[in-house]
């Protein structure tokens, strides 16, 4: 089969003709957000879970979710800087 430029001789004649809804690009960005927010999301509930389990009180609790929440700051800090740089 002949190579159509995506690495394979499967035909993606539907993509080509119009009937894609979104690009690779557009795929990737929503993928990075949507995955990345549901990773945090069940990254809270394991914390969460763990701080229940372990008796670990207020002060405990409270450390653990803001190491948490230090990892997502610096994960939307880093988006507004690149965004920022990039003008």
């Known amino acids: 089969m002949p190579d159509n430029g995506y690495g394979c001789g499967i035909s993606f004649s539907l993509l ?15 993928s990075l957000y949507i995955c990345v927010s549901a990773l945090i999301l069940f990254m809270f509930f394991i914390v969460w879970d763990l701080a229940k389990k372990s008796k670990a009180g207020k002060l405990g609790t409270f450390v653990l979710f803001g190491v948490l929440g230090l990892a997502l700051i610096v994960f939307v800090g880093k988006e507004i800087a690149v965004h920022v740089i990039e003008g």
């Open 16 to 30: 080509t003709a119009g009937y894609a809804f979104m690009t690779v690009e557009q795929f990737e960005t929503w």
